[in-house]
């Protein structure tokens, strides 16, 4: 059944929204860092520092999508069959789409306007560079690994669902412990624990975070200045362990499984759930008819196929926009990224049949 646009949860939305902004933003930084790293010191400089503040404090794109995950799916009574009908669909068409699209276009792009996604024309050079978008692996759809990550996460939700739907919120709080303990020894301390955990570990211990922080009802979980706190403190944790771990020649990316950015995903999850408790005036959040919300809705309904596209952008401005300083490079190009791809999806699902394969949700 559709769901009509009035009956959207806003914060939902926002929260689709901010996804694809950090997927970009995190992609952006990994082809712009290599111009901040000669900034590196005892005391790293702001250029630095704000660089680093891109590639890891917004790593949480993925996370979130998959508490958003969580947060919509779990609990509810469907079958396996509706349930996998449903999804399976909607991700592999555009995967699929795109795929050979964005294929296309890099090979036409390499052999008219000397793009370096492939370096021969062969048949097989080309097959290649098709099975290797496909896997993520082809330049330009680096990406795309998220298809296979999040299609093994759906496959695993009914038996997750099933569990959650016949259990109280203390049930999933056990659960969570342990999830949180995979993200501090498997992917902070990088520690083998004598205990296998790997049934708890992430993705789908961030899906199960989705369900249980949509409908915990705990003072502490519902307190906007709490979320406030913990994503701020989160960030600056991911920071000082950046720092830390960093080097004149490498730039350390912290996992996105990692502890910090655990809390750091449970903090703006829960500033945007409560955000409306501040009580603070900005009327142009709340009229449904807007530009915000109007553009908010837009990037959450083309969010899929925004993701699938948005690399093959990326690699396209990186050669064509000159560099000129880090800051205005990285919002150029940005800037670009996200209004060709939204653009992109509003014109092509305005396409009949088309429309129904692009990843608009």
């Given at each position: 059944m559709t769901v009509s646009k009035s009956k959207r949860i806003f914060y939902f939305d926002a929260l689709r929204a901010f996804v694809i902004i950090c997927v970009i933003i995190v992609h952006v930084y990994a082809v712009t860092r290599n111009y901040a790293m000669p900034e590196y010191d005892m005391i790293p400089s702001v250029k630095?520092?704000?660089?680093?503040?891109?590639?890891n404090c917004f790593r949480i794109g993925v996370d979130l999508f998959l508490l958003l995950s969580g947060a919509l799916s779990l609990g509810r009574v469907w079958d396996i069959r509706s349930f996998l009908g449903k999804r399976i669909p909607r991700i592999v068409g555009p995967f699929v789409?795109?795929?050979?699209?964005?294929?296309?276009?890099?090979?036409?792009?390499s052999y008219y306007c000397g793009f370096e996604f492939l370096q021969s024309f062969d048949?097989?050079?080309?097959?290649?560079f098709v099975y290797g978008a496909f896997m993520a692996t082809s330049h330009g759809f680096e990406p795309y690994w998220f298809f296979w990550m999040?299609?093994?996460t759906y496959l695993i939700m009914p038996i997750f669902n099933k569990w959650l739907a016949n259990s109280k919120l203390e049930e999933a709080?056990?659960?969570?412990?342990?999830?949180l303990s995979t993200c501090l020894f498997d992917y902070t301390l990088n520690f083998t624990f004598p205990v296998k955990l790997s049934y708890f570990t992430s993705p789908i211990g961030l899906v199960v975070l989705g369900y249980y922080l949509r409908h915990t009802e705990r003072d502490l979980l519902n307190n906007p200045y709490f979320a406030l706190i913990l994503t701020v403190l989160s960030a600056i944790l991911t920071m000082i362990v950046v720092c830390c771990l960093s080097s004149p020649s490498e730039m350390f990316t912290i996992d996105r499984y990692?502890?910090?950015?655990a809390f750091e995903v449970i903090g703006v999850f829960l500033l945007f759930k409560n955000f409306n408790k501040f009580n603070m005036s900005l009327n142009f959040t709340k009229n449904p008819d807007g530009v915000f919300r109007k553009?908010?809705?837009?990037?959450?309904?083309?969010?899929?196929g925004i993701y699938l596209i948005q690399g093959m952008y990326l690699c396209i401005y990186r050669e064509i926009v000159p560099y000129y300083e880090l800051y205005s490079h990285v919002l150029i190009l940005f800037i670009l990224i996200l209004l060709s791809s939204l653009i992109t999806m509003c014109l092509l699902n305005k396409i009949p049949y088309v429309n129904r394969v692009i990843g608009a949700k």
């Open positions: 630095w520092l704000f660089s680093q503040v891109l590639g789409f795109w795929g050979l699209i964005l294929s296309a276009v890099g090979i036409l792009l048949a097989y050079s080309m097959l290649q999040i299609l093994g709080e056990y659960f969570l412990i342990f999830w990692s502890l910090p950015l553009f908010v809705f837009a990037l959450a309904k083309y969010s899929y």
